[in-house]
T-cell receptor, first 113, second 116 residues
Framework: DGGITQSPKYLFRKEGQNVTLSCEQNLNHDAMYWYRQDPGQGLRLIYYSQIVNDFQKGDIAEGYSVSREKKESFPLTVTSAQKNPTAFYLC????????????FGDGTRLSIL | AQSVTQPDIHITVSEGASLELRCNYSYGATPYLFWYVQSPGQGLQLLLKYFSGDTLVQGIKGFEAEFKRSQSSFNLRKPSVHWSDAAEYFCAVPHAGGTSYGKLTFGQGTILTVHP
């Protein structure tokens, strides 16, 4: 079955460390998105990408970086510059046709040690 | 700019009771709208979507939503709630403008608790 795979499910970061969250999709979707979810704040967009080798900042990009070297992969790096990284991170993808909805992975929970 | 408001942070209902979750949007044109559901520790699952046409939209798991342009609302309903419906529900509207790239603005979410 097609879907979006996020790994790992749980991730721990030490102070001053960069960590990378994986997102892979086999839906042949063009667009991919990263969200951060905090209790009571809904979902906030970090980065998004419409095509390979191109991506744009979302609403809260500071302290994060991404790459899009392959259509199916959109990894997110949480850098040491992100001072409050503890959150639930969600990856989504979408077929870039008309009003197609976004489809989501199962998320990665990042915590600080 | 577009916005979505879910006025109820937390709703509690008894199993078998009817349910209505509220969603109000602000959008410059006729929007398309989505409802998603999230179980604890999971991703979001699409419940239903409104694009145009019939204002009453049927979704999965027995949910439906009604688009009311005059009230700028897209409320989610279910006639009889099951314990497995306990989750968080999100309403979403697309970003406005020609370069929206499919981006969505989400409401704050409504947590549904179901009592036996």
């Amino acid at each position: 079955d097609g879907g979006i795979t996020q790994s790992p499910k749980y991730l721990f970061r030490k102070e001053g460390q960069n960590v990378t969250l994986s997102c892979e999709q086999n839906l042949n979707h063009d667009a991919m998105y990263w969200y951060r979810q905090d209790p009571g704040q809904g979902l906030r967009l970090i980065y998004y990408s419409q095509i390979v080798n191109d991506f744009q900042k979302g609403d809260i990009a500071e302290g994060y970086s991404v790459s899009r070297e392959k259509k199916e992969s959109f990894p997110l790096t949480v850098t040491s510059a992100q001072k409050n990284p503890t959150a639930f991170y969600l990856c989504a993808s979408r077929r870039d046709r008309g009003n197609q909805p976004q489809h989501f992975g199962d998320g990665t929970r990042l915590s600080i040690l | 700019a577009q916005s979505v408001t879910q006025p109820d942070i937390h709703i509690t209902v008894s199993e078998g009771a009817s349910l209505e979750l509220r969603c109000n949007y602000s959008y410059g044109a006729t929007p398309y709208l989505f409802w998603y559901v999230q179980s604890p520790g999971q991703g979001l699952q699409l419940l239903l979507k409104y694009f145009s046409g019939d204002t009453l939209v049927q979704g999965i798991k027995g949910f439906e939503a009604e688009f009311k342009r005059s009230q700028s609302s897209f409320n989610l309903r279910k006639p009889s709630v099951h314990w497995s419906d306990a989750a968080e529900y999100f309403c979403a509207v697309p970003h406005a403008g020609g370069t929206s790239y499919g981006k969505l603005t989400f409401g704050q979410g409504t947590i549904l608790t179901v009592h036996p």
